[in-house]
């Protein structure tokens, strides 16, 4: 079957070209190449800037090899003299960086050269996407014509026929502008047409498949314990294991014992499920008087019973629900599956049908799903009765398609065991919304019609875009009109599900403002943008917000306008959690993204050791899950309920585009459950685990047991340990070196860099919008769940963390303390024979100079080589002495945990806040020491004080001369040996030097 994919490209203009025609300008035109097709836009005379706007379609003759297919656009100059062509640039764009219409945007691509010695110059815009719209007919193709592969290029011509702009679909942003319609070579493989108009937006975001999981088996061992500090407490350490996974037994991050029958699945423990799926009913008897029947089915396995919904008088019901009960806690060989009849008092009983376990099959994926089939019903005898229900029963493991949407027996809750339970305890994969920044710049308003007429209004502009409210400064309309030229930035997400809201209004008093006009724009029509090009502005009408005399609408000639310039700027990341931790770093266009540089694999074994989060029948326990969070991608494991130690077993898969990226995992207690007011609950947090994908080694499997370390007010406790498999595979190392020298952020980020409290701002919306539609999933994942994994609160002072932070920043710099007191020993002469050996090396150094660098290199490069047989075997975790978390005060942590704005008493309030200005004011008067010694330098030629100055002058001349007639390697000499002299030649009172540059003036004299 023909594919109905195409590559659409308009082609839409050039910039700033190489003038080839010896008149200062060029007669350009592009030619496109694609999979053996070839497309040629008119020529454009005369003309360094050219803008053609045209729209071309290639067919994709083979979707599944386009990411190994590549664009390529020449621009050339037609010489019409001699009936040639001249070179000016060239692009080429690999399948990997095509994108839907829908996330398509105009790029301009600098042009590259064909060769060492070409000469080029400028930049080609073109707007490259994939439609799969069927009613994208093709043309005819030109007769006659030869391949490519032997047809000169100069006399191949594109016949072009005028279609009319009322043609013209969405892909064009100019409707009153024409469209041609180009025909192209055909592919020699296959006979492929194309047309260049567009139907109404077809184009659809691609749609993942979802990362089966996947599975193995065997309890972990300990084999030996890293700490990354001494004196971290042990129970606080991390711990390699050596389970025995799908793949055969880890030890040392290497799988020996493989397995030779293991499937891909082969980072978790296999398990085993007996696989229930209850599909429909047919000719189901009657059981009440009425003659009716309101079947629900029942499916039992010893101690283990799920329950289908019931329908209301049904004889034929669909259920299409599928149960899943763990082989390892069954305790029956017989699976019965019983139909009833719902009623208020007991429930009757219809018919049943019976399994042996022994029996039921086998299957493995990529097998397909088992059919189901059609059984005849039993009575508790065994006899045959009226009815039938069609079942599909089989044994499958974690791989199993069906694992995700099937009820647990594992995870089912002993208080409600209906369908709307269970839906809570599901595992699922998420996908966070595509965040956008939305720039709104306001320019001006005109025609504004105060509500008063004896005064000037006091305008100002107010922007809403769902939460997000931001106003203009207020200004004084002495006319008509009001400039404020301010722009306001906001975070949207797709799809587009709230407006701008944009309003003009007066401030006529005190806490009293009143609407002078209002427009409201849809996001979906508002321009795309990559880079800092300027986006054209518009006047939009401003509309009374309430309603007025129709009598002098009528007098009104003219209605307020404004005048705006708003875009979405795709060039930026939006910035949704803590820069620290960042799990993503590329753009919003999808246009800008890279290729992957490997897959990062988790596998989620178990928990063990958890802290009892609730009480269920008189004793301690919970119901916990996991969240992991990697990039746009989520994903929640199953609940087990009623365990301390729970089983997940389940393996996710991310790609992988940037190692300086974290992927954070979480574990939750499940608070969804309770007998009593179970939405108002929310969800606990038990710990989270954070590894750096830069710290992984390619290849090696990593797993450990990382301790669940929380800080509560009364200080850090350990809830427990995750045990974790992970595994980062590379597929591109060229490309992996190649980003440790590009920026960590998008470049907008620093052509038009946002402001510290603007980031924070705009950070704190991401955070709520994603929270909010992750929140609307089904099974939600909690407003708590994700502000705990995107560190919402890492901003926010605290003051064990800046303690921490500054014994960070003494631990840097503790290299340099360490080499000031070797050097001041050398110094003092402690030891005599180092001492002369220094002054011997640096002798040579002097003599020498040539050698300073590369025998600081060489040290550097002998360093690193001697640290490689000691390198981390193991992910960096959480520290709780470099965190000061054991020895942090109660009131420092009941100041940490306090809300903001404040929640605490007012004399506690008093008491923080004098402290927090005691720790300001030394922070306060370390910063002036540190302006006045600078202060000091800079008026050591100002004159200010004139005897100081006069004196360095003097000395500089000296200085200048004696320097000019004086080898460099002497003075060197000289300077180093005067440093390093012997005690019995040095003064216990400061230097000259020291104490001249101490009684330089500083500034403090004009300080209030």
Known sequence: MMSNLKLGVDVV?????????????????????????????????????????????????????????????????????????SFLGKISLTGTSFVPYSDAVVLHYPLEKRGIFSHVRGELGLKVYITDDPSINSSIPIPAVESLSNKDPNLIHAHAQTVPSAVTGTHS?????????????????????????????????????????????????????????????????????????????????????????????????????????????????????????????????????????????????????VF???????QASILEVVIKDKDLVKDDFVGLIRFDINEIPLRV??????????????????????????????????????????WHSDAATPIDSTPAASA?????????????????????????????????????????????????????????????????????????EDHLVLSVEDRVGPGKDEIIGRVIIPLSSVDRRVDDRMIPSRWFNLEKPV???????????????????????????????????????????????????????????????????????????????????????????????????????????????????????????????????????????????????????????????????????????????????????????????????????????????????????????????VAARLGRAEPPLRKEVVEYMSDVDSHLWSMRRSKANFLRLMSVFSGLFAVGKWFGDICMWRNPITTVLVHVLFLMLVCFPELILPTAFLYMFLIGVWNFRYRPRYPPHMNTKLSQAEVAHPDELDEEFDTFPTSRSPELVRMRYDRLRSVAGRMQTVVGDVATQGERILNLLSWRDPRATAIFVTFCLIAALVLYVTPFQAVAALAGFYIMRHPRFRHKSPSVPINFFRRLPARTDSML
């Open 173 to 321: 942003n100019n409707k009153a502008e024409s469209r041609q319609t180009f025909h192209h070579l055909p592919n020699p493989n296959d006979h492929h047409h194309h047309q260049s108009f567009a139907p109404e937006d077809p184009h659809h975001p691609p749609k993942y498949g979802a990362e089966a999981m996947k599975m193995e088996p065997q309890p972990p061992k300990l084999v030996r314990m890293h700490s990354a500090s001494s004196s971290q407490p042990v129970e606080y350490a991390l711990k390699e294991t050596s389970p025995f996974l799908g793949g055969g037994r880890v030890v040392g991050g290497h799988v020996i014992h493989r397995d030779k029958t293991a499937s891909t699945y082969d980072l978790v423990e296999l398990m085993h499920f007996l696989y229930v799926r209850v599909v429909k009913a047919r000719d189901l008897p009657a059981m009440d008087v009425t003659g009716s029947l309101d079947p629900f089915v029942e499916v039992k396995i010893g101690n283990y019973k799920g329950i289908t919904k019931h329908f209301e008088k049904q004889q034929n019901p669909v259920w299409n629900q």
């Open 547 to 769: 309603a007025v005399d129709v009598d002098q609408l009528k007098k009104e000639k003219f209605s307020s306008r404004i005048h705006l310039r708003i875009c979405l700027d795709g060039g930026y990341h939006v910035l949704d959690e803590s820069t620290h931790y960042s799990s993503d770093l590329r753009p919003t266009a999808k246009q800008l993204w890279k290729p992957p540089i490997g897959v990062l694999e988790l596998g989620i074994l178990n928990a063990a050791g958890l802290h009892p989060m609730k009480t269920r029948d008189g004793r301690g326990t919970s119901d916990t899950y996991c969240v992991a969070k990697y990039a746009h991608k989520w994903v929640r494991t199953r609940t087990i309920v009623d365990n301390l130690s729970p089983k997940y077993n389940e393996q996710y898969t991310w790609e992988v585009f940037d190692p300086a990226t974290v992927l954070t995992i979480g574990v939750f207690d499940n608070s969804q459950l309770a007998e009593k007011g179970s939405n108002g609950n929310k969800d606990l947090k038990i710990g989270k685990v954070r590894i750096r994908i830069s710290t992984l080694e390619a290849g090696r499997i990593y797993t450990h047991s990382y301790p669940l370390l929380v800080l509560h007010p009364a200080g850090v406790k350990k809830m427990g340990e995750l045990h974790l498999a992970l595994r980062f595979s590379c597929t591109s190392f060229v490309n992996m070196l190649y980003l440790y020298s590009r920026p960590l952020l998008p470049k907008m980020h620093y052509v038009r860099p946002f402001g510290l409290m603007q980031l924070d701002m705009l950070r704190h919306q991401a955070v709520n919008i």
């Open 13 to 85: 203009s050039a910039h700033n070209l190489l003038p080839k025609d010896g008149l200062g300008s060029s007669n350009a035109f592009v030619e496109l190449y694609f999979d053996g097709q070839k497309f040629r836009t008119t020529i454009k005379e005369k003309d360094l800037n050219p803008v053609w706007n045209e729209s071309y379609y290639f067919n994709i003759s083979d979707p599944s090899n386009l990411h190994y297919l590549t664009l390529d656009a020449y621009i050339y100059n037609n010489v019409k003299a001699t009936s040639s062509r």
């Open 424 to 496: 809570a305890i599901r595992s699922k994969v998420y996908h966070a919304p595509r965040l956008w920044y939305v720039r709104v710049n306001i320019i001006e308003a005109q025609d504004l019609v105060a509500t008063e007429k004896n005064r000037f209004p006091d305008v100002y502009a107010k922007a809403q875009i769902g939460n997000q409210v931001l106003k203009t400064k207020t200004v004084q309309a002495r006319t008509s009109s009001s400039l404020w030229n301010e722009d306001l930035l906001f975070v949207a997400a797709e799809p587009f």
């Open 365 to 406: 994926p990529p097998d397909s799903p088992l059919a189901p089939e059609w059984y005849r019903l039993e009575d508790k005898k065994g006899e045959k009765i009226k009815g039938e229900l069609m079942l599909a029963v089989w044994i499958g493991t974690q791989a199993d398609e069906a694992f995700s949407d099937a």
């Open 324 to 330: 899943a009960f763990s082989k390892d806690r069954m």
